[in-house]
């Protein structure tokens, strides 16, 4: 993993790197068609809202605020996925709140010998996020590409044989419905998960 962090970016980074493209009317990746700057431009609005209007949950900034283990969170994305729009800015917040938790960034489509190794029903599925104790680099969990609820609707679309543009659009349906409730809840339990297996990682070093 050691390569994969050197190459990554902080977040002030990533955005940087999309808000550059975008002025040049391209988005992360190979496709650089018309609708995937389109969706580019339109998850970028997306993230700054979440950035600028979403609270954490008390009981979640209170559970970040007392990791006392140093963790990296690395991140596979593209800044034209919608799923990774709707999660990073949530999990930047929770980030943000212990110096201890740090999240870098790569692109997903320049790193697929990595994303192979966490696919997602054998999709590459963004956002992935790779929890890592930052002394070992030893993995610790894994979360994405979306909340386990979101997952379960949109399996249930495709197995129904909804087309991939209407299932985007009801996938965002859902998170507006779901106010960023689902994830703040899944990384409560998640942040228990992964100190405690940093602590046993530890232990057994």
């Not at 609708?35 to 008390?58: I, S």
């Amino acid at each position: 993993m050691k390569n994969y962090i050197e190459e990554s970016m902080v977040y002030a980074e990533y955005i940087a790197l999309i808000d550059e493209l975008l002025a040049e009317g391209k988005t992360t990746g190979e496709n650089q068609s018309e609708a995937m700057f389109n969706y580019g431009k339109l998850n970028r609005q997306r993230m700054k809202r979440l950035g600028n209007t979403v609270e954490l949950d008390e009981s979640l900034a209170e559970k970040a605020r007392k990791v006392g283990r140093k963790m990296i969170w690395l991140i596979l994305t593209e800044g034209w996925c919608g799923d990774a729009a709707q999660n990073i800015p949530i999990i930047e917040k929770i980030a943000h709140e212990n110096s201890n938790i740090e999240t870098r960034y790569v692109l997903r489509d320049e790193n697929l010998e990595l994303i192979d190794k966490y696919l997602t029903n054998n999709a590459r599925s963004i956002p992935k996020l790779i929890a890592l104790d930052a002394e070992t680099l030893a993995e610790i969990g894994t979360w994405g590409p979306r909340p386990q609820a979101a997952m379960d609707y949109f399996l249930e679309m495709r197995e129904g044989g909804t087309e991939k543009p209407q299932m985007m659009e009801n996938l965002q349906r859902w998170y507006l419905q779901d106010k960023e409730k689902s994830v703040q809840a899944e990384f409560e339990t998640l942040i228990d998960e992964w100190t405690k297996t940093a602590k046993i990682s530890a232990v057994g070093n």
